[in-house]
């Protein structure tokens, strides 16, 4: 069984940053893609960013250009660099691990925009 633990939410105004981090139980991440997905109040979750074994990402139009995805596999981590938040990015974050049959998720991290 594998954990993932993200961290780096909070309250932050319109036009701030964060960054989360999500970080593995396991030394097993180099093994799998992962992603960043959202869920906001009434809403279903949706993909945010997702990043592949080989480095190669994607991303939601609603956050290209503002939003980085990023993995240290030497660390057992990826992290989500948000900048130029928006009260729509308000959510809570989720951390996701996948390889073939076996998915990994976190418990979250709240994200709140707003002055």
């Known amino acids: 069984q594998v954990q993932l633990v993200e961290s780096g939410g909070g309250l932050v105004q319109p036009g701030g940053s964060l960054r989360l981090s999500c970080v593995a139980s396991?030394?097993?991440?180099?093994?799998?893609?992962m992603g960043w997905y959202r869920q906001a109040p009434g809403k279903q979750r949706e993909l945010v960013a997702q990043?592949?074994?080989?480095?190669?990402?994607n991303y939601a139009d609603s956050v290209k250009g503002r939003f980085t995805i990023s993995r240290d596999n030497a660390k057992n981590a990826v992290y989500l660099q948000m900048n130029s938040l928006k009260p729509e990015d308000t959510a809570v974050y989720y951390c996701?691990?996948?390889?073939?049959?076996?998915?990994?998720w976190g418990q979250g991290t709240q994200v709140t925009v707003s002055s």
């Open positions: 396991r030394n097993i991440l180099r093994f799998y893609a």
């Open positions: 990043v592949t074994t080989e480095g190669s990402t």
């Open positions: 996701k691990a996948y390889s073939g049959g076996n998915l990994y």
